[in-house]
């Protein structure tokens, strides 16, 4: 089947099933076209729960689809890439929560990124994005912020808020923790005249190079702000496709493949295989057969739901 043919069969199918496709930034240009809507995970969190169609189609890992499943418990809401997972959302432990609980019994907030399991979601007090961790998190009372899974974001959100006392996990998005000064000022040189737009993601050493940092919508929505017409965008290359739609007039450089070459000579270093995964055929496939479709125990979406919910209050 062609191309072509797969995008008419799948707004065929979209109706069939009442279905919305909603895409984080990071999948392939592809997707993001027939997509009804594209963000990044706060976006998607929050766009979820205003929908009223019967199926979520998610394009995007499975922590978001799961993320979308707690928030919206009476829809289907289908993976198209079932083995696309994000290593991060597994570098956090039930264990270690409950070991921090008892070491603070009584002024702890733990601070959940989204890029978690549901099960890590619903040990939680609340969860974060990028987009909004510091604004949730200066919002606790808590004292003490155990803050997982990223070690990156969280020392980022520390040094905005610092009358918090943070407790640090070692976990990582291995995209953005990979991304080393050397990288970044190489690219500085090809480019010396553009800013520099930073995911917190990274290492605390990359951000000190940044004019900017934001999560993937504020890098996106920094540009419309900007007079510059060339940036250097250091997170995950999938993002590219946004910012050609929205500001054609405007050229981004990315981190190359390769030492000692242009990112016009090859590939992107910043790509994330898990969300390349989700490709056109897996799309059409997930809604012609209703798979897969993300089932969680009432117990554990109840549990999860409520740092979520309290993500989305205290972000307004």
């Known amino acids: 089947m062609t191309n072509e043919k797969m995008v008419a069969e799948i707004q065929r199918l979209k109706h069939e099933r009442d279905a919305v496709i909603m895409a984080h930034y990071y999948v392939p240009a592809e997707v993001q076209d027939i997509a009804d809507f594209i963000g990044d995970s706060f976006f998607l969190s929050k766009k979820g729960t205003e929908l009223s169609c019967r199926t979520i189609v998610l394009a995007g890992v499975r922590f978001m689809a799961e993320s979308c499943k707690v928030l919206n418990p009476e829809k289907t809401v289908l993976l198209p890439a ?7 959302a597994h570098m956090a432990t039930v264990e270690k929560i409950r070991e921090q609980r008892k070491l603070h019994p009584d002024n702890l907030a733990v601070v959940c990124y989204v890029n978690s399991t549901v099960e890590i979601k619903a040990e939680s007090d ?17 004292h003490y912020i155990y803050f997982v899974p990223d070690q990156n974001l969280a020392h980022y959100v520390a040094e905005q808020v ?3 006392e943070f407790i640090f ?9 990979g991304v080393s000064v050397d990288d970044l000022k190489e690219l500085k040189a090809f480019y010396p005249e553009a800013p520099v737009l930073i995911h917190p993601e990274c290492r605390k050493e990359v951000l000190d190079l940044a004019d900017h940092i934001g999560s993937t919508s504020g890098i996106i929505n920094f540009v419309g702000t900007s007079d510059a017409k060339e940036f250097i965008i250091i997170t995950e290359c999938g993002v590219e496709s946004e910012l050609k739609k929205r500001y054609p007039d405007r050229v981004f450089h990315f981190l190359p493949m390769e030492r000692g070459k242009k990112d016009t000579e090859g590939g992107y270093a910043m790509v994330c295989p898990n969300m390349k995964k989700v490709v056109l055929e897996r799309v059409y496939n997930a809604l012609k057969n209703n798979e897969e479709q993300i089932v969680l125990t009432d117990d554990l979406m109840a549990r999860a739901a409520a740092p979520m919910e309290k993500m989305l209050d205290l972000s307004k």
């Open 169 to 177: 996990n070692d976990g990582y998005c291995h995209v953005h923790h």
């Open 126 to 142: 609340v969860c974060v994005t990028s987009a909004n961790a510091v604004k949730v998190v200066s919002r606790l009372k808590e």
């Open 82 to 88: 079932s083995d696309a997972d994000c290593p991060m």
């Open 162 to 164: 610092p009358d918090k």
